[in-house]
C-alpha cells in the first residue's frame, strides 16, 4: 500500500497561472479531504468528499475547485493563483468505521506551493 | 464555531526531560479529540485520540486525557528521546462517523537536544 500519495511535491506559480495538485489513495477510502497549512498555523480545510461525485466546501474554498470521478483520486484544482494560496497543501483520506465515533485520516506528504 | 489553542512553541528540550504541550478546545457538543504529528518532510500521522469525556488516549509513550470540565487535552510523555522532534497538532471533530472535518490547532514543534 502506498496510502495516499500527492505530486507534485514542489511548486512554483506566477500570479494568474493555474495548476491541479493531484491526490491519489489505495486504501478504498470513502472519505477525502484537502488542506492548506500557512506558516506557524494549523491546518485549514478547503473541500472534502464522500465518494465519488460527492464534494462539499469546507472553511476556506475561495480559489479552489475539485472534482471526485472515482473512489481514489481527488484533484485540486487553483484556477487564477494569488500569492496568498502560497501554502503547503495535505491530502487526506478516511473510512467509515462503525462504532468508535471517529475515523482516522491518513495523510499525504504534502505539496509547497510557492506563488510570486 | 469549534477551535484549538496550542501551546506557544517552539519547545526545546533535553533527553529524557518531561514534556506537556497544553491544549484546550472551545466545541458544540461532545467533540472527539486528537493529537498529530508530523516528523520532517511527512505527513501527520495519528498519535493519539480520545472519544468521550476522561477517556485517556496513548501511543508511544505519549497520554492525553479528554478534560470535558477544563476543555483540555494536554499532550504529556514522561521521557523524550531525539526522535520525538516533530510539530504536534492537537485537533478535533464532531463526533459521528461520516467525513469528519478536523479543526486543527496551530502546531507546536519540539526539539529535542542529545
Known amino acids: 500500500n502506498a496510502g495516499v500519495t500527492q505530486t507534485p511535491k514542489f511548486r512554483i506559480l506566477k500570479i494568474g497561472q493555474s495548476m491541479t495538485l493531484q491526490c491519489t489513495q489505495d486504501?478504498?477510502?470513502?472519505?477525502m479531504y484537502w488542506y492548506r497549512q500557512d506558516p506557524g498555523m494549523g491546518l485549514k480545510l478547503i473541500y472534502y468528499?464522500?465518494?465519488?461525485?460527492?464534494?462539499d466546501k469546507g472553511e476556506v474554498p475561495n480559489g479552489y475547485n475539485v472534482s471526485r470521478s472515482t473512489t481514489e483520486d481527488f484533484p485540486l484544482r487553483l484556477e487564477l493563483a494569488a500569492p496568498s494560496q502560497t501554502s503547503v497543501y495535505f491530502c487526506?483520506?478516511?473510512?467509515?468505521?462503525?462504532?468508535?465515533?471517529?475515523?482516522?485520516?491518513?495523510f499525504g506528504p504534502g505539496t509547497r506551493l510557492t506563488v510570486l | 464555531g469549534n477551535s484549538v489553542t496550542q501551546m506557544e512553541g517552539p519547545v526545546t528540550l533535553s533527553e529524557e526531560a518531561f514534556l506537556t504541550i497544553n491544549c484546550t478546545y472551545t466545541?458544540?457538543?461532545?467533540?472527539?479529540l486528537f493529537w498529530y504529528v508530523q516528523y520532517p518532510g511527512e505527513g501527520l500521522q495519528l498519535l493519539l485520540k480520545?472519544?468521550?469525556?476522561?477517556d485517556k488516549g496513548s501511543n508511544k509513550g505519549f497520554e492525553a486525557t479528554y478534560r470535558k470540565e477544563t476543555t483540555s487535552f494536554h499532550l504529556e510523555k514522561g521521557s523524550v528521546q531525539v526522535s520525538d522532534s516533530a510539530v504536534y497538532f492537537c485537533?478535533?471533530?464532531?463526533?459521528?462517523?461520516?467525513?469528519?472535518?478536523?479543526?486543527f490547532g496551530q502546531g507546536t514543534r519540539l526539539t529535542i537536544n542529545p
Open positions: 466545541a458544540t457538543g461532545y467533540p472527539s
Open positions: 468528499s464522500v465518494g465519488a461525485g460527492i464534494t
Open positions: 487526506a483520506s478516511s473510512q467509515i468505521v462503525t462504532g468508535i465515533g471517529y475515523n482516522e485520516q491518513f
Open positions: 485537533a478535533l471533530s464532531d463526533r459521528g462517523q461520516g467525513a469528519q472535518k478536523l479543526v
Open positions: 486504501m478504498n477510502h470513502n472519505y
Open positions: 480520545a472519544t468521550k469525556a476522561d
